[in-house]
């Protein structure tokens, strides 16, 4: 069954991947000690949704949620943010992933992931129609996705196919998670993915442990172009981040000072902030100052979307950021 809610326009993005309900924990207080919790939305193309329609864009999310009220709470939420999910499918046969997780700003947050045998898993390259993508300019996917079952890497890799018959490009970021898998599977699973991407947005470290250019971030990022990618955007280890195309490299763009209280769901943060300058036309190193901009307005909140601004936050928050005007709304 499919949500009836159709969008009359076409996406100019569309992302496929899995969406679970996040239960997170007050902040500051140890998942195994925790009494209150507050409920959201997790899920890397799912974050990323949500961020680029807040932005204004025209975004379509594809996955699968169980028929349970977590299900329709996360369908729920995306409607809210303004994501399109004419096209999710409800599984009647198959719960919906949880992820329940502590908060804090210094110390390793603890994550429990319930995703075994849930409907996001049960994705299949068969359910994939060319209909789905039909208009878009973009379709994004994480490795995340790919790697819950074969069935859903199979359908990642139809999903591309499928963009690339209707003239979108590519967007892959590997989000790699080695509580899921350990890295030789990563490296099996995703490594090859990158290459058939148009565009990939990947962290210094998981181009080491995808090990696409030997360890060598550099090599990595030289190795992806010459295999046909157009740009490589690069968040390094103290949260900078580069942008390289056969141009040319822009950045790195740093990371705004700002007060810490959540640092889960930065990098789809940035994703969408930096995907919403390059649909717009911009130069990239602008882009670069949006996604960074992003990440900071989100990581500023509890919750991966919380923090998630529209335009007009977005312009305020650059303002602030480069100093131009005073940022207080009288």
């Known amino acids: 069954m499919t949500d009836t809610t159709v969008n009359a326009m076409a996406p100019e993005v569309v992302l496929c991947g899995e969406a679970m309900l996040l239960m997170v924990a007050e902040p500051g207080v140890p998942l195994e000690r925790a009494v209150a919790f507050r409920r959201s939305v997790a899920g890397a193309e799912s974050n990323v949704a949500a961020g680029l329609a807040r932005l204004g864009h025209r975004a379509r999310w594809i996955g699968r949620v169980g028929d349970d009220p977590a299900g329709r709470a996360v369908l729920a939420q ?4 303004g994501v399109d999910v004419a096209y999710a499918e409800v599984d009647p046969g198959a719960p919906t992933g949880l992820l ?4 804090h700003p210094v110390r390793a947050i603890d994550v429990q992931y319930h995703r075994a045998g849930s409907a996001a898993s049960r994705l ?3 359910a994939l129609r060319p209909e789905m993508v039909a208009g878009a300019r973009l379709v994004h996917v994480s490795g995340i996705t790919a790697m819950l079952s074969e069935s859903a890497l199979r359908a990642t890799v139809r999903l591309m196919e499928l963009a ?3 003239g979108a490009a590519v967007c892959v970021d590997p989000n790699v998670r080695l509580r899921l898998a350990p890295a030789e599977r990563w490296r099996a699973v995703v490594g090859p993915l990158l290459h058939r991407a148009d565009l990939v947005l990947a962290g210094e470290d998981e181009l080491e442990v995808l090990d696409t250019g030997g360890g060598d971030p550099g090599r990595a990022v030289r190795r992806l172009l010459a295999s046909g990618v157009s740009g490589v955007v690069v968040k390094h280890r103290d949260k900078s981040a580069t942008f390289t195309t056969a141009d040319g490299t822009w950045g790195p763009q740093p990371a705004y000072p700002v007060p810490l209280v959540d640092p889960v769901g930065a990098g789809d943060a940035f994703a969408a902030g930096f995907l919403s300058g390059r649909l717009r036309g911009i130069p990239p190193a ?18 991966d979307v919380d923090g998630l601004p ?10 602030g950021f480069e100093g131009d005007r005073e940022t207080v709304h009288r």
């Not at 329940?100 to 908060?103: K, N």
């Not at 602008?286 to 919750?303: I, N």
């Not at 529209?310 to 303002?319: E, I, P, Q, S």
Request: proline share 2%; aromatic share 0%.
């Open 78 to 81: 995306l409607r809210a943010d």
């Open 100 to 103: 329940l997780r502590d908060s």
């Open 124 to 126: 299949t390259p068969q």
């Open 164 to 166: 690339r018959a209707a």
């Open 286 to 303: 602008r882009a670069l100052a949006e996604g960074a901009a992003v990440a900071a307005l989100a990581v500023q909140c509890v919750t």
């Open 310 to 319: 529209d335009r007009t936050g977005l312009d305020r928050a650059l303002a």
